[in-house]
């Protein structure tokens, strides 16, 4: 019996892309970010367009309690490899755009006191994105705190990321990632599975090893109680 197994598994991480050397407005500006939508430990991938002394921005991260596990090639690169910090090669460059639509869902913060609760301002507890168009080669729609419901199909070429569920009501053809952050208990739902990549809370299957079964249907994927993919096609 071997040893040693490989098995898929996409580490889920922050990609913190940087402007500013400034490390005060750094945590001013980053703080607030993360506690309303990562939880502690959260890995991160740093990138920066300004020179910058890595060492001391690695402990600014974790100081706010974030997992920095890497660096992209570019400015910060020869710093890393002093330091035997890992590079990795910079992401395809993808277009965010805005959702069509978004449902946030609000309530008040649970340590007011009552008489406190009126003027407490809201915090936002799960917000889902509707978007009605075709997400096109090249673009991609995120959502840290919730759900996206894409009511046209995904081409091959973009993205959908969520910390929540994921619907696509027509082809899913491109990257489908949920449960972004570690939320185990996410679901994918699409009308026709031609994806590229499929991945749940990290763990992930590429379009090679999609059930042949299920390719080009509509399907419902979930991971069970072992942390494992399953691909359970929908009757209509």
Known sequence: MADIRIKGRMVNALRISLDTNDHD??????????Q???PPGTLAVIESSVDQELIALIQ?????EVQPMAVTEGILGDQARAIQFPVLPPDRQLQEIKATKEQIVEVKPESAADDEKADATPIVAH???YHDEIL???????????DIIITAGINSGSEVIAS???????????RVIAGA???TAARIF???????????????CVADDIPPNVVKKPVHIYLNDQQELVFEALQF
């Open 25 to 34: 407005a750094i945590r001013q500006q980053l703080k607030p970010k993360l």
């Open 36 to 38: 309303a939508a990562f």
């Open 60 to 64: 600014l991260l974790i100081d706010l």
């Open 127 to 129: 917000v889902t994105s």
């Open 136 to 146: 096109r080669t090249g673009q991609c729609i995120v959502q840290n705190q919730g």
């Open 164 to 174: 929540g569920n994921i619907h696509i009501y027509g082809s899913a053809r491109g």
């Open 181 to 183: 952050g570690g939320n």
């Open 190 to 204: 699409c009308h026709a599975l031609e994806a590229e990549l499929i991945s749940i809370a990290g763990t992930y």
